[in-house]
């Protein structure tokens, strides 16, 4: 069979039935693949970084393998914002790139470029993939396809690149294989794979798993003031709901990382919100770093991210277990010399599965303790619902319910994203998507389309001003297919979380931030309008009165919503200051008394 027939089918095989892309003449013969296999369907987008991100929405909407495809030079290199995505988010995702003939390579070494559209975008992709590799004779592809898509699904999930020169492309598999064990693909032995960390964590050490689960029976034994961190190591759902039953049953309340707001509905009685070194919730700041004596935490980095760039001064006065698939990770100390941290390296999976059929003595402490965790978080957010500059926060909650019944919402990268993920009412098994470690603007739009053929289902997405130009000409995508997606851009007509950074650092030199200083925003309702797609342009003021109608409508539709020119993204955790204690500052005795509770 044809070669690129062989890699749709496979794929196909695999449960993959959507591939994103663009069209070239060197990725041609996969595309034609893909049109005449009657199970799989292409979707084009309009610059191959919305197909990288499409494909990343996609594979974090289904939790399950996606696939983007690009020609070869510029092609190619537009994806890679996208592989880098996938791989800080472990995202499981195959990027397939067309290349020049092979026969066309000179063999004159040093020589600039081989060929028209020629570029080495493996040796561009291996830092940010868990396997990248260009076949270059058509007996490979066998191995070489079994063995990308084993490695993108196990262990700590990511991306892997596939380049196919074009007369590789129209080659032929004589004995195509859909399934190949490790030993056949040559992993056991594999340097390239040992090169890019693919044995971390995939293999840990027998019974690891077990002593996590000892370790954490141990711990609960004495704790008074647990906390569950889960991250987005947590990565199934079944995973998440039997870590959820589990802190039921112990009275444990839960914080999560940014990545993982989903895995529990907005109002669920143990959720604490969201861990973050500047921008978290204040109670899950307080709860974790200055009132826990226990922190169990399942495969969430605690990055300078999440807990400040003070690491040591992170939860100093609680015990850290720490089980984590990624070796490297596990590297970094919290506390300094690692002292009253453990450290396991395991699938948090499993640990969480052989947790379910662990026995745990009820501690007498654990319901004062969330007593003490609820009047925390009650207390904080009346300050932070008492804050003026947060309505944004008040105005995306009142949004979220308008979407309660959308399966996905994409949040881009800005003060936006901290507002949703303070403040979007998410529902339970609705999914919120993040560009997280990669923080990559641009990314909302393309991730919802990716989300939408992830499950069908209506999806919407949240973007600012500067961040939705990243991508804005993806809204003839939505147009053309007609994708049920609900755009809100909030817009002030600034970066704004930059011209926050610059009004405290840099004096009010609002550099390329705002309008009349080198940055400037178009009118969106009238761009989407252009696009055929119905829109709508609010005040900030009319939206609790007008959005929910425009949004319950069908089809794709576009709010544009205009906010005040100086937004800000508050609580925020000023430089040198503990995480738990953020601007604007809650009142002395409220902060004092909730210290001593």
Avoid at 84 to 109: H, K, R
Avoid at 250 to 276: M, Q, R, W
Avoid at 282 to 297: E, T, V
Avoid at 365 to 377: D, G, H, M, P, S
């Amino acid at each position: 069979m044809k070669l690129t027939d062989y890699v749709v089918e496979f794929l196909q095989r695999k449960g993959i039935h959507d591939f994103f892309g663009y069209q070239g003449t060197m990725i041609a013969h996969l595309v034609d693949s893909i049109e005449k296999n009657p199970e799989t369907r292409s979707h084009s987008c309009y610059n191959e970084q919305g197909a990288s991100f499409a494909a990343c929405g996609f594979a974090q909407a289904k939790e399950d393998c996606a696939c983007a495809y690009a020609t070869s030079g510029p092609g190619a290199v537009n994806l890679l914002s996208g592989v880098a995505d996938a791989y800080f988010d472990s995202l499981p995702v195959v990027f397939l790139t067309g290349q020049l003939n092979t026969y066309e390579y000179s063999g004159i070494e040093g020589l600039r470029q081989q060929g028209f559209q020629e570029i080495d975008i493996v040796s561009m992709a291996k830092p940010v993939t868990k396997y990248a590799v260009q076949v270059r004779e058509p007996e490979d592809i066998v191995k070489e396809l079994n063995k990308a898509y084993y490695i993108a699904n196990t262990g700590r999930k990511g991306p892997v690149l596939i380049d196919l020169p074009m007369n590789i492309q129209r080659g032929e598999v004589e004995k195509p294989v859909y399934e190949m064990s490790p030993e056949e693909m040559g992993l056991v032995s594999c340097e390239s794979c040992r090169e890019k960390d693919f044995h971390r964590g995939n293999t840990p050490g027998k019974g690891i798993a077990d002593e996590a689960v000892r370790a954490i029976q141990e711990a609960l034994c004495k704790a008074k003031h647990p906390v569950i961190m889960m991250g987005h190591g947590v990565s199934s759902k079944s995973s998440q709901n039997e870590l959820i039953h589990l802190a039921e049953k112990l009275n444990i309340p839960i914080i999560t990382s940014v990545l993982e707001k989903s895995a529990l509905p907005y109002d669920h009685p143990l959720n604490f919100g969201c861990i973050g070194g500047a921008y978290g919730h204040r109670y899950a700041n307080m709860i974790a770093n200055a009132k826990s004596d226990l922190l169990i935490c399942f495969g969430i980095s605690l990055c300078t991210r999440q807990i400040g760039t003070k690491v040591h001064e992170f939860a100093k006065n609680a015990e850290i277990i720490r089980v984590d698939i990624d070796s490297y990770n596990l590297q970094r100390d919290i506390h300094e010399g690692g002292i009253g941290e453990q450290k396991f390296c395991a699938d948090a999976s499993e640990v969480i599965r052989k947790l379910k059929k662990a026995g745990f003595a009820q501690s007498q402490y654990r319901e004062e303790w969330l007593v003490v965790c609820k009047e925390i978080r009650d207390n904080l957010q009346a300050v932070d619902d008492a804050t003026p500059e947060r309505y944004p926060n008040r105005m995306i909650a009142g949004l979220s319910r308008c979407l309660s019944d959308i399966s996905a919402v994409a949040v881009d990268v800005g003060q936006h994203m901290v507002w949703c993920y303070q403040s979007f009412e998410n529902q339970n098994g609705q999914k919120m998507l993040f560009s997280g470690g990669h923080g990559a603007m641009g990314y909302a739009l393309p991730a919802a389309i990716g989300a939408y053929y992830a499950t069908g289902k209506p999806v919407a997405c949240i973007c600012g001003d500067g961040a939705f130009q990243m991508n804005i000409q993806e809204l003839q995508w939505v147009k053309r297919e007609n994708i049920p997606v609900k755009i809100i851009v909030m817009n002030n007509n600034a970066l704004g979380m930059i011209r926050h950074l610059q009004r405290d650092y840099f004096d009010c030199v609002f550099a390329d931030t705002s309008e009349g200083c080198g940055f400037s925003s178009c009118r969106f309702a009238e761009v989407a309008r252009s696009y055929g797609i119905e829109s709508k342009k609010l005040w900030c003021d009319e939206v609790k009165e007008e959005a929910p109608e425009f949004l319950a409508g069908n089809g794709p539709r576009l709010l544009e919503i205009i906010l005040e020119h100086g937004t800000f993204a508050y609580p925020k955790t000023c430089l040198g200051e503990p995480i738990h204690n953020q601007q604007p500052y809650v009142p002395t005795e409220v902060y004092e008394r909730l210290l001593k509770l």
